[in-house]
Structures are given as structure tokens and as C-alpha cells.
């Protein structure tokens, strides 16, 4: 059954560096998304992605992050700078198309942690 | 702005019961609600899907409805075993925010 693959599972980094987390969602769906889930906190919208721009972005999406598909399979999210609170986990999912009764597919998650 | 609350926060019951999780959402123009098990750690496992026109969804020994016009839902896990051991998250999917609104989740216990 398609899934969606997240990489790397855990990544640990000092404070300031850059990450990049990847994704790849399944292979036919159009729409995707980053969540994060703050430890012992609820998990919480980042933002949603089609046709190559950003659909919409909460208001944790601030000028730190940013999303990009480099090519046909990845979809990936950078942090620019990171702090620590920017430890969480990370969750993307993708929707097989636009329309919003579809159902979100979920990746395993990428936990980061900052130092 | 959607809001959902899922009660109770902690649940600890012994193996064999039924149960009942509830989830309520403030906002009750949705698209459809998803129910999801996260194991420690770990990631989200989709368990159900119900779509705004929906009553109810069955999988297995688990049971979901949703009042969309009072804002609620329920899942309903018969005849609990150990391995249902998780916290159980409900999640929105609105016409607001074209994202899914977690709750914060009911930590589930099920004693040998």
C-alpha cells in the first residue's frame, strides 16, 4: 500500500544551524502538508502546498521556515536558523487532490531536536 | 477560529470493557473528522475517517460517529485489549482552515 516516507527519523542539530527535513508523499497526490507536534503539546498546522506554491500557512510559518518539491517526488521544509524551540516533531501528509473532503495520508514523522 | 477538546484527558479501564472517547469541535462547518492512535514517539495512525454527510464509520472493534450540528463525536472501541494502549487524537478537517485542527488527545490504559 503507498505510504508517505519521511527522512531522516530523528535529527539532532545545534542551535542556529540549518535543517532540512524531506518527504515523499505518495506518489499521485497533489496537496501537501507540515504539521509539528511539540512535545506533549497538540500537533499544530504549518503548512499546505499545491501547484508548486503555498496554499496556506499558520502563524508558526513565519519567515524561519520555508517549502519546497525540488523535483517530482520530494517535498521538503527548511529551517533556516534553528532555536530550540523548534524541537518537535515533524509530520507531512498529502491529499491525493484539491478537493478538501479528501483524506490526509501521514508520514512517520522526523523528531528534532535542538541543541 | 476551530477549536477541539477531547475528554476525558486520561483514561485507565481493564481489559474486556467498552469504551467511549469524546471528541467537540466549536466550528461545526467541517468537511470530515479523523481519528488517529499515536503510540509514544511515534507517528499518527489514521483509524477512521467520517465525512460531513456521514453518521457513523466502522472498522473492526471500532465504532465512530459524528453529530456534526452539535459538534461532537464519539469513538467507541469494543472489547479493549492491552494493545489498544495509545492516545487516541481527534482531528477536524474545516472550511475555515483548509487543514486538519487536532485536539489534544485522550491518553488510553488498557490493564491486563
Known amino acids: 500500500e503507498p505510504e508517505v516516507t519521511q527522512t531522516p527519523s530523528h535529527q539532532v542539530t545545534q542551535m542556529g544551524q540549518e535543517v532540512i527535513l524531506r518527504c515523499v508523499p505518495i506518489?499521485?497526490?497533489?496537496?501537501f502538508y507540515w504539521y509539528r507536534q511539540i512535545l506533549g503539546q497538540k500537533v499544530e498546522f504549518l503548512v499546505s502546498f499545491y501547484n508548486n506554491e503555498i496554499s496556506e500557512k499558520s502563524e508558526i510559518f513565519d519567515d524561519q521556515f520555508s517549502v519546497e518539491r525540488p523535483d517530482g517526488s520530494n517535498f521538503t521544509l527548511k529551517i533556516r536558523s534553528t532555536k530550540l524551540e523548534d524541537s518537535a516533531m515533524y509530520f507531512c501528509a498529502s491529499r491525493e487532490d484539491s478537493s478538501d473532503f479528501n483524506e490526509q495520508f501521514f508520514g512517520p514523522g522526523t523528531r528534532l531536536t535542538v541543541l | 477560529k476551530q477549536e477541539v477538546t477531547q475528554i476525558p484527558a486520561a483514561l485507565s479501564v481493564p481489559e474486556g470493557e467498552n469504551l467511549v472517547l469524546n471528541c467537540s469541535f466549536t466550528?461545526?462547518?467541517?468537511?470530515?473528522l479523523q481519528w488517529f492512535r499515536q503510540d509514544p514517539g511515534k507517528g499518527l495512525t489514521s483509524l477512521l475517517l467520517?465525512?460531513?454527510?456521514?453518521r457513523e464509520q466502522t472498522s473492526g472493534r471500532l465504532n465512530a460517529s459524528l453529530d456534526k450540528s452539535s459538534g461532537r463525536s464519539t469513538l467507541y472501541i469494543a472489547a479493549s485489549q492491552p494493545g489498544d494502549s495509545a492516545t487516541y487524537l481527534c482531528?477536524?478537517?474545516?472550511?475555515?482552515?483548509?487543514?486538519?485542527?487536532f485536539g489534544s488527545g485522550t491518553r488510553l490504559q488498557v490493564q491486563p
Open positions: 506518489s499521485n497526490h497533489l496537496y
Open positions: 466550528d461545526s462547518a467541517i468537511y470530515n
Open positions: 467520517i465525512q460531513s454527510s456521514q
Open positions: 482531528a477536524v478537517n474545516g472550511s475555515g482552515r483548509r487543514a486538519l485542527t
